[in-house]
């Protein structure tokens, strides 16, 4: 089992749409989850961080935490094209004095004009 | 720094040679992360780094790579004897040790061995 999962994709949306991604992560005791956003020939760029379980709202983006299901989600309301992107979940794994930030492989999201 | 700072932006070498990657982290960062891409794929992990001492050194694909960090802070990331499945963007990325670790990149070094 892969320690930070995600869907591939892609996803595609049309534009104006909720995009919803999704992440599982396997270490029960991870306490910190981030999103990042990475596009075509850039670098991951963190646009969501959340600690602890429930939604955080940033502008248009909401990352939802569900620790008793291992469970992260990303949601983009109102999708854009500028959104298209591979989306990065990564999970800060360990604890006490071994902490490591643990990365999936993404999900690249297509928003439809 | 304002930043992760990562040189050279682009290195063009000869299969066989051998290359040091740089990456100068966030200042205070205490960790310190290499990643590898390839056109199109995900993240590949490397090696961490927390101060100087490297904890986690399992993604380091064969004994040409190398990495080392001194005072903390500057990361060299080595390989030898390149070859040409080396070609890939090489990513660094630095963050504060704390339980919110939130990791910034920096721009990456895109190497090509011809």
């Known amino acids: 089992q892969k320690e930070v999962e995600q869907n591939s994709g892609p996803l595609s949306v049309p534009e104006g749409a909720i995009a919803s991604l999704n992440c599982t992560y396997s270490d029960r005791g991870s306490q910190s989850f981030f999103w990042y956003r990475q596009y075509s020939g850039k670098s991951p760029e963190l646009i969501m961080s959340?600690?602890?379980?429930g939604d955080q709202e940033d502008g248009r983006f909401t990352a939802q935490l569900n620790k008793a299901s291992q469970y992260v989600s990303l949601l983009i309301r109102d999708s854009q094209p500028s959104d298209s992107a591979t989306y990065l979940c990564a999970v800060n794994m360990g604890s006490g004095g071994y902490q490591k930030v643990t990365f999936g492989t993404g999900t690249k999201l297509q928003v439809i004009p | 720094g304002a930043g992760v700072s990562q040189s050279p932006s682009n290195k063009v070498t000869e299969k066989g040679k051998d290359v040091e990657l740089r990456c100068d982290p966030i200042s205070g960062h205490t960790a310190l992360y290499w990643y590898r891409q390839s056109l199109g794929q995900g993240l590949e992990f490397l090696i961490y780094f927390q101060g100087n001492s490297a904890p986690d050194k399992s993604g380091l694909p064969s004994d040409r790579f190398s990495a080392e960090r001194t005072g903390g802070s500057v990361s060299t990331l080595t390989i030898q004897r390149t070859q040409q499945e080396d070609s890939a963007v090489y990513l660094c990325?630095?963050?504060?040790?704390?339980?919110?670790?939130?990791?910034?990149f920096g721009q990456g070094t895109r190497l090509t061995v011809v």
């Open positions: 959340i600690y602890s379980n």
């Open positions: 990325a630095s963050s504060l040790f704390s339980y919110r670790q939130e990791a910034f």
